[in-house]
């Protein structure tokens, strides 16, 4: 069984950063395909971002293009979301997920594991 940790969140003002982080256990995150999602008040789950398995290729939603970096450390089994330049908003709970099978996706359907969210606020 696969379990995902997040921490990291915070309260923040806006065009601070921060840097959340996703460590796996049960499965090495090397083998993993990974991606963050989050969910704000009233709002649907979105897509955020993902790395494939390796690390060597990450997609990001176009509302976080150019402020958001996804990474990963295998060596930790940990997956990083550094986000620059936040906005109010971007205030969300923020979910790691990781898919077993598959390559890149955007639903959240397709994703077999979560974590259990870590909040981000962003005052203006």
């Known amino acids: 069984q696969v379990q995902l940790v997040e921490s990291g969140g915070g309260l923040v003002q806006a065009g601070d950063s921060l840097r959340l982080s996703c460590t796996t256990s049960?499965?090495?995150?090397?083998?993993?395909?990974m991606a963050w999602f989050r969910e704000a008040p009233g709002k649907e789950r979105e897509f955020v971002s993902y790395?494939?398995?390796?690390?060597?290729?990450?997609y990001y939603a176009d509302s976080v293009k150019g402020r958001f970096t996804i990474s990963k450390d295998n060596t930790k089994d940990t997956v990083y979301l550094q986000m620059d330049s936040l906005r109010p908003e971007d205030t969300a709970v923020y979910y790691c997920a990781a898919r077993p099978r598959g390559g890149y996706a955007t639903s959240d359907t397709e994703y077999e594991y979560w974590g259990q969210g870590t909040q981000v606020a962003v005052w203006s």
């Open positions: 049960g499965r090495a995150a090397s083998t993993l395909p």
């Open positions: 790395i494939n398995w390796s690390g060597s290729a990450a």
